[in-house]
């Protein structure tokens, strides 16, 4: 809904219903009054509602941002040619049937004799049903609170502009919370996001996303500035999986005293297994491979010979 006409006794009542009903501020919207209220004489005869219309401004994404949009869609958008499927086969007629020679006379057809009926098995009794387990309930969505539109001139208020607008250009109305953390890092929180497309497969997307938000955050900057972005508290569920995965895969190199490589992640993921097993006395870490199959490595740790015992 982009407008909404809405009448009521005054003009600031018209515009103030339509602004609740848009769910929007009066920054967000054009006002037209199409009528004026009039309250007649005595406020009983020839009296007149108030009649507005209004309609939400569509931002539309700056040039950069489409740009930038362009390029990140542009390997996804290069598909392969379909192959062409070769031409089906045409199928050879069937032979007729090679006639026998001196085929022999067929003998008179005796009536078959009916086969003796077999006893019935006795019924046994039926098991009872095994009854299934209810389906476990859905977790509620997150809550969506509205975010709270910062300057744009901040580094705040730009990484905050630029992922409105790149969201929308991806078909999503997402709520961008911004701040900066004791550190001086710029923390994002994107809300309204529950089937996962701002997360990808393992994290890929949002690791994009949060590149290009660094890159833009920080041109013609002198100082650099982290940029963090989660959705969906997916950071802190990534890393307690990470932990676990590290601290389940040093128990079988040492049960087994071999190496254990593990997939290929990210910088960010990959120090968050060197950190779970950075305490471990038994197994010891390290990085192997180029970017971007660069992965972890956890190998037992090599026990130094005890000092011969003196006479």
Same mark, same amino acid.
């Given at each position: 809904?982009?407008?909404?006409?809405?009448?009521?006794?005054? &003009?600031?009542?018209?515009?103030? #219903?339509?602004?609740? @009903?848009?769910?929007?501020?009066?920054?967000?919207?054009?006002?037209?009054?199409?009528?004026?209220?009039?309250?007649?004489?005595?406020?009983?005869?020839?009296?007149?509602? %108030?009649?507005?219309?209004?309609?939400?401004?569509?931002?539309?994404?700056?040039?950069?941002?489409?740009?930038?949009?362009? %390029? %990140?869609?542009?390997?996804?958008?290069?598909?392969?040619?379909?192959?062409?499927?070769?031409?089906?086969?045409?199928?050879?007629?069937?032979?007729?049937?090679? %006639?026998?020679?001196?085929?022999?006379?067929?003998?008179?057809? @005796?009536?078959?004799?009916?086969?003796?009926?077999?006893?019935?098995?006795?019924?046994?009794?039926?098991?009872?049903?095994?009854?299934?387990?209810?389906?476990?309930?859905?977790?509620?969505?997150?809550?969506? &609170?509205?975010?709270?539109?910062?300057?744009?001139? &901040?580094?705040?208020?730009?990484? @905050?502009?630029?992922?409105?607008?790149?969201?929308?250009?991806?078909?999503?109305?997402?709520?961008?919370?911004?701040?900066?953390?004791?550190?001086?890092?710029? #923390?994002?929180?994107?809300?309204?996001?529950?089937?996962?497309?701002?997360?990808?497969?393992?994290?890929?997307?949002?690791?994009?996303? @949060?590149?290009?938000?660094?890159?833009?955050?920080?041109?013609?900057?002198?100082?650099?500035?982290?940029?963090?972005?989660?959705?969906?508290?997916?950071?802190?569920?990534?890393?307690? &999986?990470?932990?676990?995965?590290?601290?389940?895969?040093?128990?079988?190199?040492?049960?087994?005293?071999?190496?254990?490589?593990?997939?290929?992640?990210?910088?960010?993921?990959?120090?968050?297994?060197?950190?779970?097993?950075?305490?471990?006395?038994?197994?010891?870490?390290?990085?192997?491979?180029?970017?971007?199959?660069?992965?972890?490595?956890?190998?037992?740790?090599?026990?130094?010979?005890?000092?011969?015992?003196?006479?």
């Amino acid at each position: 809904m982009n407008s909404i006409e809405m009448t009521a006794k005054t &003009t600031e009542e018209a515009i103030s #219903r339509g602004l609740e @009903q848009l769910g929007a501020g009066i920054s967000d919207v054009k006002v037209e009054i199409l009528e004026e209220g009039s309250k007649g004489l005595f406020g009983l005869f020839g009296s007149r509602p %108030a009649k507005v219309r209004l309609t939400l401004i569509e931002e539309e994404a700056s040039d950069e941002v489409k740009e930038i949009f362009a %390029a %990140a869609q542009a390997p996804r958008r290069a598909e392969k040619p379909a192959q062409e499927k070769p031409a089906p086969r045409a199928e050879k007629p069937a032979r007729p049937p090679k %006639a026998e020679k001196n085929p022999k006379p067929e003998a008179p057809a @005796q009536p078959a004799e009916k086969p003796a009926r077999k006893p019935r098995p006795e019924k046994k009794p039926e098991a009872a049903p095994v009854p299934e387990k209810p389906a476990p309930a859905e977790l509620p969505a997150a809550p969506v &609170t509205p975010a709270v539109q910062l300057d744009r001139e &901040t580094k705040e208020g730009k990484a @905050q502009d630029f992922l409105q607008q790149l969201t929308k250009l991806m078909g999503l109305d997402i709520q961008v919370h911004v701040h900066t953390d004791e550190e001086g890092y710029i #923390r994002v929180d994107m809300q309204g996001d529950p089937s996962g497309v701002l997360i990808g497969r393992r994290g890929e997307t949002l690791d994009s996303l @949060q590149y290009l938000t660094s890159l833009y955050v920080n041109k013609g900057q002198s100082e650099y500035t982290r940029v963090t972005l989660d959705t969906e508290n997916y950071r802190a569920k990534r890393e307690d &999986t990470l932990v676990r995965l590290a601290n389940r895969m040093a128990n079988r190199v040492v049960k087994s005293g071999r190496r254990v490589s593990l997939e290929p992640m990210n910088p960010y993921e990959r120090r968050i297994l060197h950190s779970a097993l950075q305490g471990n006395d038994a197994v010891e870490t390290h990085s192997e491979g180029e970017e971007p199959n660069r992965h972890v490595v956890i190998t037992p740790k090599k026990r130094e010979s005890a000092p011969a015992a003196e006479d």
